[in-house]
């Protein structure tokens, strides 16, 4: 909450300033999937094709846990060749987005390594859509947003005015200057990275999630204690969760 909100108007950010959260959504996609393994619609070790059966796995078996654990071995769709200046501004539609990946090997035999991926949290998100009914978002504000008090948080679409809001910047490491960020639709980070809070938010967030309000005690024991090495040091990844 701290620094600037605008360059332009020169607007100082304070607690209450509305920024995207960028990866920290993956946790919240995380309790999204274990409030419904909760209410038993989601096995953790089911295959992903029990929900959805178009996504081409090429012969593998993914489960839902390798997925909520990055050791699915998909491919990252951010990472495919000139994805971010090519696709990353269009409002792609999600059979568009895995598209960019599709024929693209594996990285490796799921649940035998560890690699970021972002596409395993799009899937995700696509889960909680496909077995709850409602959009991600709607879901999101249902379950978590509004019974938890968390007034400004919410999917980041660029339409709608919201008070608040943060600009966008990236930094020219060649002239020393902020430039307006580049376009980016938010139809394209979903579960893996779409939503936007405060500082605030974000504090009551982790209260929530910790302590039993957001999922319950044992739910979130299982999104830490199902951690995972990533191969970098004693870094270990639970349910969208680094640990």
């Given at each position: 909450?701290?620094?600037m ?9 304070d607690v ?18 274990m409030?419904?393994?909760e ?18 796995t ?5 489960t ?15 990472a495919?060749?000139d994805?971010?200046s090519?696709?990353?501004?269009r409002a ?15 990285d490796?035999?799921?649940g035998?390594?560890?690699a970021?991926?972002?596409t ?7 889960i909680?859509?496909k077995v ?5 978002a709607?879901f999101?504000q ?11 948080t919410r999917?980041g679409?660029?339409?709608?005015i ?5 600009q966008?910047?990236s ?21 893996a990275?779409?939503?936007?809070s405060?500082?605030?938010d974000?504090?009551?967030?982790q ?26 040091g ?10």
């Amino acid at each position: 909450g701290v620094g600037m909100a605008d360059l332009e108007w020169k607007a100082p950010a304070d607690v209450n300033t509305v920024m995207r959260i960028g990866s920290i959504t993956k946790q919240f996609t995380a309790a999204a999937i274990m409030k419904l393994h909760e209410r038993g619609k989601i096995g953790l070790d089911d295959s992903i094709a029990k929900y959805l059966p178009d996504f081409d796995t090429e012969g593998h078996t993914v489960t839902i846990r390798q997925l909520l654990t990055h050791t699915s071995g998909i491919p990252n769709y951010t990472a495919q060749p000139d994805f971010m200046s090519k696709y990353a501004p269009r409002a792609l539609s999600d059979k568009e987005l895995l598209d960019t990946i599709k024929g693209v090997p594996f990285d490796f035999e799921p649940g035998t390594k560890w690699a970021y991926s972002n596409t395993n949290f799009y899937l995700l998100g696509m889960i909680v859509a496909k077995v709850s009914g409602l959009s991600y978002a709607d879901f999101m504000q249902q379950t978590f947003f509004g019974p938890l008090g968390l007034t400004h948080t919410r999917y980041g679409a660029a339409a709608p005015i919201i008070p608040e809001r943060a600009q966008g910047y990236s930094y020219d490491f060649v002239t020393k200057s902020r430039l307006n960020a580049a376009p980016l639709s938010m139809n394209v980070p979903g579960g893996a990275g779409a939503l936007i809070s405060t500082a605030g938010d974000l504090v009551r967030w982790q209260i929530a999630l910790t302590g039993g309000r957001a999922v319950s005690s044992a739910s979130y024991r299982e999104m830490i204690d199902s951690a995972v090495p990533t191969g970098r040091g004693d870094s270990r990844y639970g349910f969208g969760l680094g640990i």
